[in-house]
Protein backbone atom coordinates (compact mmCIF):
# COMPACT_ATOMS: atom_id res chain seq x y z
CA UNK A 1 0.00 0.00 0.00
CA UNK A 2 2.96 1.86 1.30
CA UNK A 3 4.44 1.15 -2.30
CA UNK A 4 1.05 2.36 -4.24
CA UNK A 5 0.57 5.75 -2.22
CA UNK A 6 4.08 6.88 -2.90
CA UNK A 7 3.63 6.02 -6.87
CA UNK A 8 0.19 8.42 -7.05
CA UNK A 9 2.26 10.84 -5.07
CA UNK A 10 5.68 10.69 -7.41
CA UNK A 11 3.12 10.29 -10.47
CA UNK A 12 1.13 13.70 -9.06
CA UNK A 13 4.36 15.47 -9.34
CA UNK A 14 5.33 14.73 -12.61
CA UNK A 15 2.01 15.71 -14.16
CA UNK A 16 2.48 19.27 -11.78
CA UNK A 17 5.77 19.39 -13.14
CA UNK A 18 4.96 18.64 -16.74
CA UNK A 19 2.11 21.60 -16.44
CA UNK A 20 4.46 24.15 -14.81
CA UNK A 21 7.56 23.44 -17.32
CA UNK A 22 4.68 24.02 -20.38
CA UNK A 23 3.64 26.82 -18.36
CA UNK A 24 6.79 28.44 -17.99
CA UNK A 25 8.47 27.43 -20.97
CA UNK A 26 5.76 28.77 -23.33
CA UNK A 27 8.07 30.55 -25.66
CA UNK A 28 8.26 28.44 -29.32
CA UNK A 29 8.23 29.08 -33.10
CA UNK A 30 5.87 27.15 -35.17
CA UNK A 31 3.93 27.07 -38.66
CA UNK A 32 1.34 28.59 -39.50
CA UNK A 33 -1.94 26.20 -38.09
CA UNK A 34 -4.89 25.74 -40.71
CA UNK A 35 -7.20 27.87 -38.70
CA UNK A 36 -4.49 30.65 -38.53
CA UNK A 37 -4.37 30.78 -42.95
CA UNK A 38 -7.82 30.31 -42.80
CA UNK A 39 -8.31 33.02 -40.71
CA UNK A 40 -5.86 35.22 -42.37
CA UNK A 41 -7.28 34.47 -45.52
CA UNK A 42 -11.46 35.48 -45.04
CA UNK A 43 -9.91 39.00 -42.75
CA UNK A 44 -7.85 39.86 -45.88
CA UNK A 45 -4.45 39.81 -43.52
CA UNK A 46 -3.14 38.00 -46.41
CA UNK A 47 -3.66 37.64 -49.77
CA UNK A 48 -2.15 36.69 -53.09
CA UNK A 49 -0.44 40.01 -53.78
CA UNK A 50 1.35 39.59 -50.56
CA UNK A 51 4.84 39.89 -51.32
CA UNK A 52 5.45 36.79 -48.97
CA UNK A 53 3.98 33.20 -48.86
CA UNK A 54 2.15 32.43 -46.21
CA UNK A 55 4.63 29.62 -45.97
CA UNK A 56 7.29 31.67 -45.07
CA UNK A 57 5.47 32.82 -41.97
CA UNK A 58 5.51 31.91 -38.28
CA UNK A 59 3.88 32.32 -35.03
CA UNK A 60 5.62 33.50 -31.95
CA UNK A 61 4.40 32.57 -28.79
CA UNK A 62 6.19 34.42 -25.92
CA UNK A 63 5.30 35.66 -22.42
CA UNK A 64 5.18 38.98 -21.47
CA UNK A 65 4.28 41.45 -18.30
CA UNK A 66 0.95 43.77 -18.48
CA UNK A 67 1.10 47.27 -16.95
CA UNK A 68 -0.17 45.53 -13.66
CA UNK A 69 2.62 43.76 -13.14
CA UNK A 70 0.45 40.14 -14.20
CA UNK A 71 2.52 37.89 -16.55
CA UNK A 72 0.74 36.66 -19.22
CA UNK A 73 1.86 33.39 -21.21
CA UNK A 74 -0.45 34.17 -24.27
CA UNK A 75 1.40 36.29 -26.15
CA UNK A 76 1.24 35.68 -30.09
CA UNK A 77 3.31 37.73 -32.79
CA UNK A 78 3.08 36.42 -36.57
CA UNK A 79 6.34 37.52 -38.64
CA UNK A 80 8.81 36.37 -41.23
CA UNK A 81 10.97 32.81 -40.82
CA UNK A 82 13.91 34.30 -41.17
CA UNK A 83 13.48 36.72 -38.16
CA UNK A 84 11.40 34.18 -35.93
CA UNK A 85 14.22 33.72 -33.71
CA UNK A 86 15.48 37.04 -32.98
CA UNK A 87 11.88 38.46 -32.49
CA UNK A 88 11.52 35.60 -29.51
CA UNK A 89 14.90 36.79 -28.24
CA UNK A 90 13.62 40.38 -28.51
CA UNK A 91 10.61 39.61 -26.47
CA UNK A 92 12.08 37.36 -23.90
CA UNK A 93 14.81 40.23 -23.17
CA UNK A 94 11.62 43.01 -22.86
CA UNK A 95 10.03 40.32 -20.40
CA UNK A 96 13.44 39.78 -18.66
CA UNK A 97 13.24 43.71 -18.28
CA UNK A 98 9.78 43.87 -17.18
CA UNK A 99 9.09 46.12 -20.20
CA UNK A 100 4.87 46.14 -19.54
CA UNK A 101 2.84 45.41 -23.11
CA UNK A 102 -0.48 45.59 -23.21
CA UNK A 103 -1.27 43.06 -25.37
CA UNK A 104 -0.12 40.77 -28.12
CA UNK A 105 -2.64 39.29 -30.65
CA UNK A 106 -2.18 38.57 -34.73
CA UNK A 107 -4.31 41.39 -36.28
CA UNK A 108 -6.60 38.90 -37.67
CA UNK A 109 -8.38 38.98 -33.92
CA UNK A 110 -9.04 42.58 -35.32
CA UNK A 111 -10.50 41.54 -38.30
CA UNK A 112 -6.89 43.34 -40.35
CA UNK A 113 -8.10 46.47 -39.11
CA UNK A 114 -5.04 48.70 -37.89
CA UNK A 115 -6.98 50.95 -36.50
CA UNK A 116 -9.25 48.87 -34.27
CA UNK A 117 -5.50 47.22 -33.16
CA UNK A 118 -4.16 50.30 -32.15
CA UNK A 119 -6.93 51.43 -30.39
CA UNK A 120 -7.04 48.14 -28.47
CA UNK A 121 -3.11 49.04 -27.93
CA UNK A 122 -2.19 45.72 -29.29
CA UNK A 123 1.45 44.91 -30.18
CA UNK A 124 2.13 43.21 -33.68
CA UNK A 125 3.61 42.22 -36.69
CA UNK A 126 2.69 40.92 -39.73
CA UNK A 127 -0.45 42.82 -41.68
CA UNK A 128 -0.38 42.57 -45.81
CA UNK A 129 -1.41 46.41 -46.51
CA UNK A 130 -0.29 49.38 -47.83
CA UNK A 131 1.97 51.93 -45.95
CA UNK A 132 -0.37 54.74 -44.10
CA UNK A 133 -1.51 57.44 -47.18
CA UNK A 134 -1.33 54.61 -49.99
CA UNK A 135 1.83 53.83 -51.92
CA UNK A 136 4.45 50.89 -51.30
CA UNK A 137 3.85 47.62 -49.18
CA UNK A 138 4.01 48.34 -45.62
CA UNK A 139 6.81 46.33 -44.31
CA UNK A 140 4.41 45.18 -42.03
CA UNK A 141 3.30 43.18 -45.56
CA UNK A 142 6.75 41.21 -44.90
CA UNK A 143 6.23 40.43 -41.29
CA UNK A 144 9.40 42.28 -40.87
CA UNK A 145 7.97 45.52 -38.90
CA UNK A 146 6.85 45.40 -34.99
CA UNK A 147 4.42 47.52 -33.80
CA UNK A 148 4.32 47.70 -29.74
CA UNK A 149 1.96 49.48 -27.04
CA UNK A 150 0.40 51.77 -29.97
CA UNK A 151 -1.33 54.17 -27.01
CA UNK A 152 2.13 54.58 -25.05
CA UNK A 153 4.30 54.97 -28.87
CA UNK A 154 1.48 56.58 -30.88
CA UNK A 155 1.52 57.37 -34.77
CA UNK A 156 1.46 61.06 -35.48
CA UNK A 157 1.44 62.88 -39.19
CA UNK A 158 0.50 65.67 -40.43
CA UNK A 159 -3.54 66.36 -41.70
CA UNK A 160 -3.48 67.22 -45.05
CA UNK A 161 -6.51 69.70 -45.86
CA UNK A 162 -7.24 72.01 -48.05
CA UNK A 163 -10.31 73.38 -45.82
CA UNK A 164 -8.18 75.27 -43.48
CA UNK A 165 -4.63 76.44 -43.38
CA UNK A 166 -4.03 75.84 -39.57
CA UNK A 167 -1.76 73.61 -38.73
CA UNK A 168 -2.91 70.08 -37.95
CA UNK A 169 -1.79 66.67 -37.24
CA UNK A 170 -3.39 63.17 -36.91
CA UNK A 171 -2.38 61.20 -33.49
CA UNK A 172 -3.95 57.12 -33.35
CA UNK A 173 -5.03 55.95 -31.66
CA UNK A 174 -6.33 59.05 -30.35
CA UNK A 175 -5.53 58.30 -26.56
CA UNK A 176 -1.75 58.45 -27.61
CA UNK A 177 -2.16 62.14 -27.61
CA UNK A 178 -1.53 61.91 -23.84
CA UNK A 179 2.22 60.54 -24.80
CA UNK A 180 3.56 63.13 -26.91
CA UNK A 181 5.70 64.34 -24.87
CA UNK A 182 8.80 62.08 -25.66
CA UNK A 183 10.87 63.86 -22.92
CA UNK A 184 8.45 62.48 -20.13
CA UNK A 185 8.91 58.41 -20.10
CA UNK A 186 6.48 56.30 -18.52
CA UNK A 187 5.81 52.29 -18.43
CA UNK A 188 5.56 51.33 -21.92
CA UNK A 189 7.37 54.16 -23.83
CA UNK A 190 10.32 52.94 -26.10
CA UNK A 191 12.28 55.53 -24.55
CA UNK A 192 12.72 53.69 -21.52
CA UNK A 193 16.49 53.58 -20.94
CA UNK A 194 17.72 50.03 -23.54
CA UNK A 195 14.49 49.16 -25.16
CA UNK A 196 15.13 50.54 -28.50
CA UNK A 197 18.92 49.11 -28.04
CA UNK A 198 17.22 45.74 -28.15
CA UNK A 199 15.45 45.96 -31.27
CA UNK A 200 18.40 47.28 -32.99
CA UNK A 201 20.55 44.42 -31.72
CA UNK A 202 18.08 42.08 -33.57
CA UNK A 203 17.90 43.93 -36.34
CA UNK A 204 15.17 45.48 -36.37
CA UNK A 205 17.06 49.09 -36.51
CA UNK A 206 14.74 51.47 -38.36
CA UNK A 207 12.55 53.21 -35.81
CA UNK A 208 9.54 55.10 -37.03
CA UNK A 209 10.14 57.45 -34.13
CA UNK A 210 13.35 59.10 -36.40
CA UNK A 211 11.18 59.96 -38.94
CA UNK A 212 9.98 63.45 -39.86
CA UNK A 213 6.56 62.91 -41.57
CA UNK A 214 4.74 60.33 -40.08
CA UNK A 215 6.21 59.78 -36.92
CA UNK A 216 5.68 56.35 -35.50
CA UNK A 217 7.13 55.80 -32.18
CA UNK A 218 5.53 52.26 -31.70
CA UNK A 219 7.53 51.19 -35.44
CA UNK A 220 10.34 49.42 -35.77
CA UNK A 221 11.74 47.15 -38.59
CA UNK A 222 14.81 46.30 -41.05
CA UNK A 223 15.58 48.63 -43.87
CA UNK A 224 12.70 48.09 -46.73
CA UNK A 225 15.95 47.02 -49.34
CA UNK A 226 16.53 43.98 -46.46
CA UNK A 227 13.02 43.17 -46.13
CA UNK A 228 13.21 43.08 -50.60
CA UNK A 229 16.02 40.54 -50.29
CA UNK A 230 14.72 38.34 -47.51
CA UNK A 231 11.63 37.75 -49.34
CA UNK A 232 13.45 36.42 -52.49
CA UNK A 233 15.67 34.26 -50.53
CA UNK A 234 15.64 30.66 -49.45
CA UNK A 235 15.23 31.39 -45.77
CA UNK A 236 18.60 29.50 -45.29
CA UNK A 237 20.22 31.71 -47.23
CA UNK A 238 17.90 34.69 -45.70
CA UNK A 239 19.20 33.61 -42.18
CA UNK A 240 22.59 33.92 -42.87
CA UNK A 241 22.12 37.33 -44.27
CA UNK A 242 19.57 38.56 -41.43
CA UNK A 243 22.64 37.35 -38.70
CA UNK A 244 25.42 39.53 -40.95
CA UNK A 245 22.67 42.44 -41.15
CA UNK A 246 22.12 42.67 -37.17
CA UNK A 247 26.31 43.07 -36.65
CA UNK A 248 26.79 45.56 -39.90
CA UNK A 249 24.00 47.44 -41.82
CA UNK A 250 25.44 50.21 -43.63
CA UNK A 251 24.60 48.81 -47.43
CA UNK A 252 21.33 47.86 -46.56
CA UNK A 253 20.15 50.93 -44.79
CA UNK A 254 21.86 53.00 -48.09
CA UNK A 255 19.84 50.68 -50.99
CA UNK A 256 17.32 52.43 -52.99
CA UNK A 257 14.14 50.02 -52.48
CA UNK A 258 13.42 51.57 -55.74
CA UNK A 259 16.26 50.21 -57.48
CA UNK A 260 17.45 47.61 -55.66
CA UNK A 261 19.68 45.48 -57.47
CA UNK A 262 20.72 43.05 -54.78
CA UNK A 263 17.67 41.13 -55.29
CA UNK A 264 18.58 40.50 -59.00
CA UNK A 265 21.96 39.59 -58.07
CA UNK A 266 20.88 36.98 -56.06
CA UNK A 267 17.66 35.74 -57.92
CA UNK A 268 20.60 35.63 -61.11
CA UNK A 269 22.39 33.10 -59.28
CA UNK A 270 21.70 32.16 -55.09
CA UNK A 271 25.02 30.74 -54.83
CA UNK A 272 27.51 32.89 -56.59
CA UNK A 273 25.94 35.49 -54.40
CA UNK A 274 25.98 33.91 -51.15
CA UNK A 275 30.00 32.91 -52.04
CA UNK A 276 30.17 36.93 -52.14
CA UNK A 277 28.48 37.45 -49.00
CA UNK A 278 30.01 34.85 -46.60
CA UNK A 279 33.47 35.37 -48.64
CA UNK A 280 33.80 39.44 -48.33
CA UNK A 281 33.17 39.99 -44.66
CA UNK A 282 33.07 44.15 -45.64
CA UNK A 283 31.04 44.05 -48.15
CA UNK A 284 28.03 45.26 -46.23
CA UNK A 285 30.51 47.93 -45.48
CA UNK A 286 30.20 49.03 -48.30
CA UNK A 287 28.34 52.19 -50.90
CA UNK A 288 25.74 50.21 -53.05
CA UNK A 289 28.04 51.34 -56.27
CA UNK A 290 30.75 49.52 -54.52
CA UNK A 291 28.94 46.33 -53.45
CA UNK A 292 27.37 46.42 -56.84
CA UNK A 293 30.43 46.14 -58.68
CA UNK A 294 31.67 43.43 -56.80
CA UNK A 295 28.21 41.23 -56.97
CA UNK A 296 28.64 42.21 -60.66
CA UNK A 297 32.07 40.43 -61.24
CA UNK A 298 31.77 37.79 -59.10
CA UNK A 299 27.97 36.85 -60.70
CA UNK A 300 28.18 37.49 -64.36
Same mark, same amino acid.
Do not use: W
Given at each position: MLMNTLKRIWGTMLLWGGINSMTLNCDGIEELSAATIAEMKTTNVWNESCPVGL???? !? =?? /?????????????????? &??????????????????????????????????????????? !? =?? /?NCRQITGG????????? &?????????NPFMAPKKSQETTQAQVVVMPAAGINYLNRTHVRPGMVENEGIREIFYQYGFKVWGGGWNDPIDWHHFQPSRAMAQLLAAMTPEDGRILFKLYCRESTLLDAVDAKQNQLVSWYQHSPQKFMVVLQETPTILTLSPAEAYKRFEQAIL
Open positions: ERLR !T =VT /FKYVDFEGQTHFNGRIVV &LDVVAEDTAHIFRTLYDRQFPIAQAQPIETYQGNDELSMAANN !T =VC /FGAPSIHSYG &LAIDINPLQ
